[in-house]
């Protein structure tokens, strides 16, 4: 079966400049993560969706990140504008189901962000 | 805020030896997962214990969990240079939100 998809691999921007990513997550797949992966850390969760409604963006910095899941399938996530430490992997994975049942989540290779 | 705390944070180890990894996480859990990451790629799932179970074998790997100290172990068996890599522990605590500790940066040398 095919993986998730992310794009694009790299990107650098200047500060105060806006970026997106996109993921296509697994088809068939409810549950939809982004990451933030800041070097030597562990990954951050920034936005959880259940289908197209969001579960969980409590850690998302609503000021300037923002993100969509149309449809229940791809799903962007803008930061505008950006800053220095937004630096970091950003990374998507799907599950096939949420709610404590308790799957396995499929992550895609990450979008790596260099602000300078 | 991240829930899982791996130890130790680095381990370099030879080939043929075995790697323990250990996790501690703060609330009640409906399970934990086990992931595997190279440097510069996505991670990969290695295993998965329910909050009712103790042990899980998968191949090489053996994950024990404990809810009543709140912590789980990995052990990697008889490790390659290709189990190179950060290990990370995921908790679900509900809402299947994975919530992920720092990791353990494996170096298994030849």
């Known amino acids: 079966e095919a993986g998730v998809a992310q794009s694009p691999r790299y990107k650098i921007i200047e500060k105060r400049q806006s970026v997106a990513f996109w993921c296509n997550p697994i088809s068939g797949h409810a549950t939809l993560y982004w990451y933030q992966q800041i070097l030597g850390q562990g990954p951050k969760l920034l936005i959880q969706?259940?289908?197209?409604?969001?579960?969980?963006d409590s850690q998302l910095p609503k000021d300037r990140f923002s993100a969509e899941r149309l449809k229940g399938v791809d799903s962007t996530l803008k930061i505008q504008p950006a800053k220095l430490e937004d630096s970091a992997v950003y990374l998507c994975a799907s599950s096939l189901v949420a709610g404590g049942l308790g799957t396995e989540a499929f992550f895609g290779q990450g979008t790596r962000l260099t602000v300078v | 805020s991240q829930q899982g705390e791996e130890d130790p944070q680095a381990l370099s180890i030879q080939e043929g030896e075995n790697a323990t990894m250990n996790c501690s996480y703060k609330t009640s859990i409906n399970n934990l997962q086990w992931y595997r990451q190279n440097s510069g790629r996505g991670l990969v799932h290695l295993i998965l214990i329910r909050s009712n179970e103790r042990e899980k074998h998968s191949g090489r790997l053996r994950v024990t969990l404990d809810t009543s100290k709140k912590s789980s172990s990995l052990l990697i068996t008889a490790s390659r240079a290709a189990d190179t890599a950060s290990y990370f522990c995921a908790t679900d605590a509900g809402y299947s939100t994975l919530t992920f500790g720092k990791g353990t940066m494996l170096l298994v040398s030849p």
């Open positions: 969706f259940q289908n197209n409604g969001v579960v969980d």
